[in-house]
């Protein structure tokens, strides 16, 4: 078997899965923290995953219309075009697969 046909081990994707999803979650974080700024609102220092987009960040449907454009420029997916998203974890999930 060619070396570089072979696998990484497990442990080694799953850290590299864990920085991507990290990255994802810095990401989204800093322009749903754009958006906000940008209504008024105050920055937050930290978002996780399991806040609501529309009850928990108070986003609205012109807001999520935004962020949605801000993640297409950058990842080159519309994360709402499958299913309705409710939480950061979903966006991250559906950026991530």
Same mark, same amino acid.
């Given at each position: ?10 442990? +080694? !994707? %799953?850290?590299?899965?864990? *920085?991507?999803?990290? #990255? /994802? ?33 108070? +986003? !609205? %449907?012109?807001?999520?219309? *935004?962020?949605?454009? #801000? /993640? ?26």
């Amino acid at each position: 078997m060619d070396k570089r046909s072979r696998k990484l081990p497990r442990k +080694l !994707d %799953s850290a590299t899965d864990l *920085e991507h999803e990290l #990255r /994802l979650a810095e990401t989204i974080a800093s322009e749903i923290n754009l958006i906000r700024q940008r209504n008024g609102k105050r920055w937050l220092a930290k978002i996780s995953a399991a806040e609501r987009l529309m009850d928990d960040l108070e +986003l !609205d %449907s012109l807001d999520l219309a *935004e962020l949605t454009v #801000r /993640l297409q420029a950058k990842f080159g997916v519309d994360v709402f075009a499958k299913r309705n998203l409710r939480t950061v974890g979903d966006v991250i999930e559906e950026l991530g697969s």
